[in-house]
T-cell receptor, first 111, second 113 residues
Framework: KQEVTQIPAALSVPEGENLVLNCSFT??????LQWFRQDPGKGLTSLLL?????REQTSGRLNASLDKSSGRSTLYIAASQPGDSATYLC??????????FGKGTRLSVIA | NAGVTQTPKFQVLKTGQSMTLQCAQD?????MYWYRQDPGMGLRLIYY???????DKGEVPNGYNVSRLNKREFSLRLESAAPSQTSVYFC????????????FGDGTRLSIL
């Protein structure tokens, strides 16, 4: 059974710092991996989706990488801003089966 | 530019009461999903509808029923609410199946006393 782990559970950084969020999964036979952002009291917003054949995806200040063989993905946020404060979740898709979500990393960017 | 719309946003029920959570999407997506989110448990799939006319159980279907009313709408019903169903419920949709990006509504916060 696929399990997804996100460490740390919470992270606090000063504004302007570059940071990395981690996601690990137990079964490397994945189809794609998706990173989401969740603001308090809101739903999930899709940030990036990486197909299993890809190594990374970029959107603005965000860069997500995928290493299937080691069962890891990272979300890199450059030059963090207070507006980046949110919970970040990763979810793994292993074919046409339900997504398996991690429990998220709660990020606070301090001005 | 509504995306996925859920109603109501908040609800308080008494044990044993019934209610239906509504979800509608305007992106012409084929697949729709119901999740619950609980502290420490992450998001868990309750039911999904791969396409209009079909529904399937997810990880935690007990105590719930669903109806895919048409391509746009997918409702979740609690027939006899229990305190263990206190949660935040999210509806999501995707173009076709789990392989495509999912788009989420803002959730329904449900408390059962």
């Amino acid at each position: 059974k696929q399990e997804v782990t996100q460490i740390p559970a919470a992270l606090s950084v000063p504004e302007g710092e570059n940071l990395v969020l981690n996601c690990s999964f137990t079964d490397s036979a994945i189809y794609n991996l998706q990173w989401f952002r969740q603001d308090p009291g809101k739903g999930l917003t899709s940030l990036l989706l990486i197909q299993s054949s890809q190594r990374e995806q970029t959107s603005g200040r965000l860069n997500a990488s995928l290493d299937k063989s080691s069962g890891r993905s990272t979300l890199y946020i450059a030059a963090s801003q207070p507006g980046d404060s949110a919970t970040y979740l990763c979810a793994v898709n292993s074919g046409n089966t339900p997504l398996v979500f991690g429990k998220g990393t709660r990020l606070s960017v301090i001005a | 530019n509504a995306g996925v719309t859920q109603t109501p946003k908040f609800q308080v029920l008494k044990t044993g009461q019934s209610m239906t959570l509504q979800c509608a999407q305007d992106m012409n997506h084929n697949s729709m999903y119901w999740y619950r989110q609980d502290p420490g448990m992450g998001l868990r799939l309750i039911y999904y509808s791969a396409s209009e006319g079909t529904t399937d159980k997810g990880e935690v279907p007990n105590g719930y029923n669903v109806s895919r009313l048409n391509k746009r709408e997918f409702s979740l019903r609690l027939e006899s609410a229990a305190p263990s169903q206190t949660s935040v419920y999210f509806c999501a949709s995707s173009e076709m199946g789990f392989n495509q990006p999912q788009h989420f509504g803002d959730g329904t916060r449900l408390s059962i006393l």
